[in-house]
């Protein structure tokens, strides 16, 4: 068996959660989920039952996406330049299409579950393309295309990024939404951090891995920002995992300033990664 991010043959047993076996690349360091190919009829994973959770009151839901959305505009803003359009690869219910159109850009989505697509359609008003990557044309290229907390359920990690490259405008970017192998969050909640998500989370990235797999694409730029502690969103989960998240709601200088030493200590469960064309 070879490493599906890095080729390496050195692959070992890492460890079984809640019976599910994990094995771990000795090289790249990426975790991930033993013949994962057995549970990966995506219309019967996600159904409706998966979706349940993500169902929450629909203005209160958009308002915190449409929040998330702002500030990683002015984040990509800031650091990148202006972005005028984008694809969000598996939309869910579409609400992230919704934000970015409402802030004034093109925005188009990309959503394997049927149930969700039809969800988008209904309740929000979104029409979304249902299906893969690889089964979506456009004639359009993209300046952003993001797989939010999606990429991390993808089976082919590498094909997925090379599609997405290619319907990169020039100067486009590609941002990923990923929870953090290496977070403090992972550390103190063991087995039950949120992040492994079995048996959906197939690939667990540090950063040095998700780095390793889009040094494969020449990137000109890639910037790697991990969430950290904010002691007003300490939030304990249904399964009992406590989860360092932070609000997003402004983007700020000093933040990003701060940033950057004390995420050397301690992050929260995700990490934001933006690369370049
Ligand atoms: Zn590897």
């Known amino acids: 068996m070879n490493c599906k991010i890095c080729g390496s043959n050195k692959i070992k047993k890492f460890k079984v959660i809640s019976q599910f076996d994990l094995l771990k690349c000795k090289d790249c360091k990426v975790i991930f989920l033993n013949d994962f190919e057995k549970f990966l009829s995506s219309e019967s994973l996600y159904n409706e039952n998966y979706f349940e959770r993500y169902l929450y009151e629909n203005s209160v839901e958009l308002n915190s996406v449409k929040s998330t959305a702002k ?6 803003n800031h650091y990148f ?3 005028n359009s984008v694809l969000d690869v598996g939309a869910g219910f579409g609400l992230f ?5 409402e802030l004034g850009l093109k925005a188009e989505g990309i959503e394997i579950s049927r149930y969700s697509v039809d969800v988008a359609k209904q309740k929000f008003g979104i029409e979304l393309f249902n299906g ?7 004639n359009q290229k993209f300046d952003l295309i993001c797989f939010y907390h999606s990429f991390e359920h993808l089976p082919d990690p590498l094909s997925n990024l090379n599609l997405a490259v290619n319907l990169l405008n020039e100067n486009g970017i590609i941002w990923l939404a990923l929870p953090n192998l290496m977070s403090l969050d992972r550390f103190v909640n063991g087995d039950k951090w949120n992040g492994w998500s079995l048996p959906y989370h197939l690939f667990h990235y540090s950063p040095k891995s998700i780095k390793r797999l889009l040094m494969n694409f020449n990137f000109r730029k890639i910037k790697i920002q991990k969430s950290f502690l ?8 249904k399964n009992g995992a406590v989860n360092l998240t932070e ?3 402004n ?4 933040k990003e300033i701060i940033r950057k030493p004390a995420t050397f200590f301690f992050s929260g469960q995700n990490m934001n990664i933006f690369a370049q064309k």
Do not use: W
Request: no cysteine.
């Open 71 to 76: 500030y990683y505009l002015n984040y990509i």
């Open 81 to 83: 330049g202006k972005v």
């Open 97 to 101: 299409v919704k934000a970015f159109r």
């Open 132 to 138: 893969e990557l690889k089964e979506y044309y456009s």
């Open 230 to 237: 904010n002691p007003l969103k300490l939030i304990k989960t």
């Open 247 to 249: 609000s997003s709601a």
């Open 251 to 254: 983007f700020s200088l000093l």
